[in-house]
C-alpha cells in the first residue's frame, strides 16, 4: 500500500479493524508501504486517520514488489504460519466484514 494510493487508503481502515478483530488469535496484518518518505509519511497518516491496531512497515526500496510479485495497489497476499502464500488479491477490499475475517482464518488453518 501506500499513502499516494487512493484505493489504499479506503482499505486501511478496514485492515486496521481486521487486525483488531483477529489479532488476539495470531493474526498479523503487515500493511507494508512503499512509500518513499519512510516512516514518518506512514505514521503520519496512521495518526491523522486513527490507525491503532497496524504497526508501521515501510519498504523504501520497493523491492518486495517486484520480489512478490505485486502488480497493482493494494495487493494482499495470505501467508500462513509457514510463510506459504494461501491467497492473493489485487484491489481493494472491506476486510472488517465477517466472511473476510472468515477467509484470513481459513488461510491460517493447516493444509491438509
Same mark, same amino acid.
Given at each position: 500500500?501506500?499513502?499516494?494510493?487512493?484505493?489504499? @487508503?479506503?482499505?486501511?481502515?478496514?485492515?486496521?479493524? @481486521? =487486525? =483488531? =478483530? %483477529?489479532?488476539?488469535? &495470531?493474526?498479523?496484518?503487515?500493511?507494508?508501504? %512503499?512509500?518513499? &518518505?519512510?516512516?514518518?509519511?506512514?505514521?503520519?497518516?496512521?495518526?491523522?486517520?486513527?490507525?491503532?491496531?497496524?504497526? !508501521?512497515? !515501510?519498504?523504501? +526500496?520497493?523491492?518486495? =514488489?517486484?520480489?512478490?510479485?505485486? *502488480?497493482?495497489?493494494? +495487493? +494482499?497476499? @495470505? *501467508?500462513?504460519?509457514?510463510?506459504?502464500?494461501?491467497?492473493?488479491?489485487?484491489?481493494? /477490499? /472491506?476486510?472488517?466484514?465477517?466472511? /473476510?475475517?472468515? @477467509?484470513? %482464518?481459513?488461510?491460517? /488453518?493447516? %493444509?491438509?
Amino acid at each position: 500500500w501506500a499513502t499516494w494510493c487512493a484505493p489504499c @487508503l479506503e482499505e486501511m481502515p478496514t485492515l486496521d479493524h @481486521l =487486525q =483488531q =478483530q %483477529l489479532g488476539h488469535l &495470531g493474526v498479523v496484518v503487515i500493511a507494508l508501504s %512503499l512509500d518513499r &518518505g519512510g516512516p514518518e509519511v506512514v505514521s503520519a497518516y496512521y495518526k491523522e486517520n486513527g490507525i491503532a491496531n497496524l504497526d !508501521v512497515y !515501510v519498504d523504501p +526500496t520497493m523491492r518486495a =514488489q517486484s520480489e512478490l510479485n505485486v *502488480i497493482g495497489l493494494p +495487493t +494482499t497476499i @495470505l *501467508i500462513d504460519r509457514e510463510g506459504r502464500e494461501r491467497g492473493r488479491l489485487v484491489g481493494p /477490499a /472491506a476486510w472488517d466484514d465477517a466472511k /473476510a475475517a472468515d @477467509l484470513v %482464518l481459513s488461510a491460517s /488453518a493447516p %493444509l491438509e
